[in-house]
């Protein structure tokens, strides 16, 4: 049974299989959920409503057939060595060799602790503490979280934080030990950890990638005053609407399926030509005629109002990206099939 055949998200989905199995197990489920699933999940579950038994069948047999294709020597064998090398060498000795063999598997406890904490709360932790540490904790969380935390920032200081971001190539142990202190203060979490690599401007293409237009615009300038070089290295690694020309067609129809008609319409105002037929080769025939009439209904846009939707419809790519159900190219990228 298609995707399209069956209109639900992934996070609906996942609603209406935790739902069946129940209070105890899916509260079970969701300890091995990120904030932000917990978040979606969540969302989906309190607003599905008259569910049909062709849905249901319809996730039961797509859990089904996703969980046949599993390995189950590999299901937990993170976690599993995790346990073995604690349980064998302790701490300090195992959090070591972990380090080498699953280099940035586990965020700190501190780091942890501060990623089921609203935005508006770490953002004032971080406007008491000096910048670097800002950059440190914003390069640790999730992208998105990030993203909504920098615009809670004042100006000097988030272009000072990004900067940093975007220069940061490794955390040694001191930085992390002298960031969990700093956090004991505020959450009273404490723990060492040994160096882990970091692509900071990767790490800042990502948050930007999640903020709208014109903070977007600002830090991107900002971070070319400072360091032109970093700057376009930042510029050249995020995600820009023009890319998804470039996606596969089985991506492009399942992102299509996420986005709003009205988001579409005013995202493609204007845009090149072998983006348009991209969007509408992906669509029923029906469904592109009245995306083309709509557009040609609703007259000029302003040029906020368009990016702002293509940025909507960005955050939707990459979230679908992170979750493995599209491919997505950036500038530079080259894929093989």
């Known amino acids: 049974m298609a995707d399209k055949e069956i209109n639900i998200t992934g996070s ?14 899916a509260a079970e489920l969701m300890k091995h ?40 020597i590999g299901v937990g064998a993170s976690s599993f060595t995790e346990r073995v090398m604690l349980e064998a060498l302790g701490e300090e000795k195992a959090r070591n060799v972990l380090f080498k063999v699953m280099p940035g598997d586990k965020p700190t406890q501190a780091i942890e602790a501060l990623r089921w904490m609203p935005a508006v709360t770490v953002a004032d932790i971080l406007k008491q503490e000096h910048p670097q540490i800002g950059a440190t904790i914003l390069s640790l969380l999730d992208d998105t979280q990030s993203g909504e935390i920098l615009p809670l920032l004042d100006k000097t200081l988030r272009e000072e934080v990004m900067l940093r971001i975007a220069r940061l190539e490794t955390l040694d142990p001191a930085a992390m030990e002298e960031l969990d202190r700093v956090l004991e203060q505020h959450i009273g979490a404490v723990k060492s950890t040994p160096p882990r690599p970091i ?40 995600l820009v609407f023009e890319h998804l020309r470039n ?31 991209k969007f509408l080769d992906n669509m029923s025939t029906r469904a592109a005629d009245m995306l083309v009439e709509d557009m040609e209904a609703k007259g000029p846009v302003k040029l906020a109002e368009m990016t702002e939707a293509q940025k909507k419809i960005l955050v939707i790519a990459k979230k679908l990206e992170e979750d493995g159900e599209i491919m997505l190219g950036r500038k530079n990228d080259d894929f093989v099939t």
Do not use: C, W
Not at 36 to 50: D, I, N, Q, T, Y
């Open 12 to 25: 609906q989905r996942a609603a209406i299989l935790m739902l069946g199995l129940g209070e105890s197990l």
């Open 33 to 72: 959920m990120e904030p932000p699933e917990v978040e979606r999940v969540g969302r989906a579950m309190a607003s599905l409503s008259g569910v049909s038994d062709e849905q249901i069948a319809y996730v039961l047999s797509s859990f089904h057939e996703e969980l046949s294709q599993i390995n189950p």
């Open 199 to 238: 692509e900071g401007a990767k790490s800042a293409a990502d948050i930007l990638n999640t903020v709208d237009a014109q903070l977007e615009g600002e830090m991107l300038e900002a971070l070319k005053g400072s360091d032109e070089a970093l700057g376009e290295e930042v510029s050249d690694l995020m």
């Open 247 to 277: 996606v596969d067609d089985r991506s492009m129809q399942r992102l299509i399926r996420e986005v709003s008609t009205d988001d579409m319409m005013i995202a493609l105002k204007g845009s090149d030509p072998d983006l348009m037929d």
